[in-house]
């Protein structure tokens, strides 16, 4: 049937009789319309001589353009935002079937039919000028707008009026009814542009686990207050990035003056003027139960430049516990990621030291990449990689420079936000003084200057971890020796029964930290080859993971890389530790989204038993040497408390 009748056709391309068509039963109607126009045509028109493989051709050019449309226009008729167009949302004066009957014939005649009818479809129009309109519509003159009772403002659609004709080509002007179907009146719609419409593209990531026909919420702006509910096309229209992430691009009319982007959920792929929009891809249940986007309340804190940040010295937290606000663990509330990422990465390579190694400033540019391909953005306010080849000595990671640039990549930072912190290099263990390490040794990380002091991870707590607000994520790779517990963190989750093992004397934060280690606590990690070139093993079977297995829950992805290890003969066991409980099982790992909220109704560091300190120098070597164990670890010995199990 055609569009001049609605009602036949919603009803017939109704395939499953639920009053009601989804993106996908419109765009078919819609590219069978077009191609069943084009065809009768072609058969009237004796002058224009086409075979149906060409007219076909020429149809399936457009159903690309046709679907990204149809999105495009989707929200301005989906008014209750279920995701379908009902028969009164279709059929009423003002509906879609108006606007869909616009764009596909309008004031044109019949041997224009194949030239004009893919309409906005598509920008191919055969070297034809354009009107005000689609391609192939006459100009058109301003309206004050239109649409059926409820609808939203016509701004930026084509807002189509219907006149019936008479033979003569006069008639009286009046409003189209879907009811009247007179063949001797045929009907010329004339479509009127209240503004020139321009379009982006925005890029939509497919959470892990959801399936074609699900339902996406979309924020088209940068205020968060503008959104769209969109249908995750069949799998032939899933697009993958270079991380196997799997995504689709939809078209969203663009403002008359953009934003800046800010991206939530996947990237701004395109816009006039550099503009962009904020894609957050969650189910509207998900939506429901979140505890609101870091948008509302007061703006966030602007974020500092590196070189332009100062910091200040460290001073350790006290041994004292702290009443905080808290959600019970059994809450199903997710904390919506706001769109600001952050990065820290470091990479020391020890070169020209008898410590020298080879791979951590290729760990450092890989991981850089790989954050790089999930919208970090990369300038000196949102991403640092301190690296001991650099020439500038700001970015050497110095123990001033490293600890610095802990404090920086916390500066600001509010709910929603999304850090992440990656360090390959040097670990070690020395004594702890204080009695709160259950083994008794503080772990440690070896700046490049590491004979003016380590840094503990005492230390990294309390710049990194205790400091983050609730609501923020900080993900964090630890690739060196004895990183089991680097952060410190009170959690530690046996990945094979999903249960969390709690620190004999823990250190609490609000914010939400996991730390993948390289190894366990008494383990070394192996800085190693491959595919010809240096890197840490942990990093690369981390990089390798997730790019075979994208947005997999935490004990697949940790088994995932366990088994990359494995099978290059590593025997160092890569550990998972958390500030916050969570259910591992459920739970996807996700380098922008999926943030906790706190479930500690305490915080800071309590001491339920002391723990007599490890003896300095145990298993030290007697030549006071540096030494270098078979699997690329190195062992240090010979310096004040240090200890390494080479």
Aim: some cysteine; charged content about 20%; overall charge positive.
């Amino acid at each position: 049937p055609p569009l001049t009748d609605p009602y036949s056709w919603f009803d017939y391309y109704d395939k499953d009789a639920s009053n009601s068509l989804d993106q996908e039963e419109v765009v078919t109607g819609l590219l069978n319309t077009i191609q069943t126009a084009a065809a009768a045509s072609a058969a009237a028109d004796k002058k224009k001589k086409k075979s149906s493989s060409t007219a076909d051709d020429s149809s399936t050019s457009t159903v690309d353009d046709i679907r990204e449309s149809i999105q495009a226009i989707w929200p301005a008729f989906d008014l209750d935002g279920n995701g379908q167009i009902d028969r009164e949302e279709f059929c009423a004066p003002g509906g879609m079937a108006e606007s869909l009957l616009a764009a596909t014939s309008g004031d044109i005649s019949p041997d224009q039919a194949e030239t004009t009818s893919r309409g906005f479809f598509s920008s191919h129009h055969h070297g034809r000028p354009s009107g005000g309109g689609y391609p192939g519509a006459r100009p058109s003159r301003p309206s004050g707008g239109g649409g059926y009772p409820g609808a939203r403002p016509q701004q930026q659609a084509y807002v189509p009026t219907a006149s019936p004709v008479s033979s003569g080509g006069g008639g009286m002007s009046g409003v189209y009814n879907p009811h009247s179907h007179q063949a001797s009146a045929p009907i010329v719609v004339q479509p009127q542009v209240v503004q020139p419409v321009t379009y982006k593209t925005i890029r939509v990531q497919i959470p892990a686990g959801m399936n074609p026909g699900s339902k996406l919420k979309v924020l088209t702006d940068n205020t968060g207050r503008e959104s769209a509910i969109v249908t995750i096309p069949d799998r032939g229209r899933w697009r993958y990035g270079a991380n196997g992430k799997p995504f689709f691009d939809i078209r969203v009319a663009e403002k008359p003056k953009p934003a800046t982007p800010v991206v939530i959920q996947g990237q701004a792929v395109s816009g006039p003027g550099g503009g962009g929009a904020s894609v957050s891809s969650v189910t509207s249940q998900m939506a429901a139960m979140s505890t609101g986007a870091a948008s509302t309340g007061p703006s966030p804190q602007q974020w500092q430049d590196y070189r332009r940040f100062s910091g200040r010295s460290y001073h350790p937290n006290p041994l004292r516990m702290t009443n905080v606000p808290s959600v019970p663990l059994t809450s199903m509330a997710n904390v919506q990621a706001s769109g600001r990422r952050r990065a820290l990465l470091i990479g020391i390579n020890y070169k020209g030291t008898r410590a020298a190694l080879r791979g951590c400033i290729n760990d450092a540019n890989n991981m850089q990449r790989l954050l790089i391909q999930h919208g970090f953005p990369n300038d000196g306010s949102h991403m640092v990689k301190l690296v001991d080849d650099s020439r500038d000595r700001t970015y050497m990671p110095t123990r001033e420079n490293i600890l610095r640039a802990c404090q920086w990549l916390l500066q600001g930072v509010s709910k929603g936000d999304v850090l992440f912190f990656h360090y390959s290099g040097h670990g070690a263990q020395v004594p702890d003084r204080t009695g709160m390490e259950s083994d008794g040794y503080n772990e440690t990380i070896l700046p490049c200057n590491y004979t003016s002091g380590q840094i503990t991870d005492d230390s990294l707590w309390g710049s990194l971890v205790y400091p983050l607000p609730e609501g923020v994520r900080l993900t964090s790779v630890m690739d060196c020796c004895h990183s089991g517990t680097g952060l410190d963190l009170p959690y530690e989750v046996d990945i094979r029964t999903g249960r969390w093992k709690g620190d004999v004397n823990p250190a609490h934060a609000r914010g939400d930290a996991i730390l993948f280690s390289g190894c366990e606590d008494s383990q070394t990690s192996a800085d190693t080859m491959d595919k010809f070139q240096a890197g840490g093993a942990m990093t690369q079977s981390f990089i390798r993971a997730y790019q075979e297995r994208p947005m997999a829950p935490y004990p697949e992805f940790m088994a995932l890389i366990h088994r990359h290890l494995q099978r290059r003969g590593f025997r160092q066991r890569p550990q998972l530790t958390s500030s916050q409980k969570f259910d591992v099982r459920s739970r996807v790992f996700s380098f922008t989204d999926g943030i906790q909220p706190n479930h500690n109704p305490q915080i800071g560091r309590i001491k339920r038993r002391h723990v007599r300190p490890a003896k300095a120098g145990y298993k030290k070597n007697k030549t006071n040497d540096l030494l270098f164990s078979a699997g690329g670890a190195i062992a240090l010995a010979g310096l004040a408390n240090l200890f390494l199990d080479g």
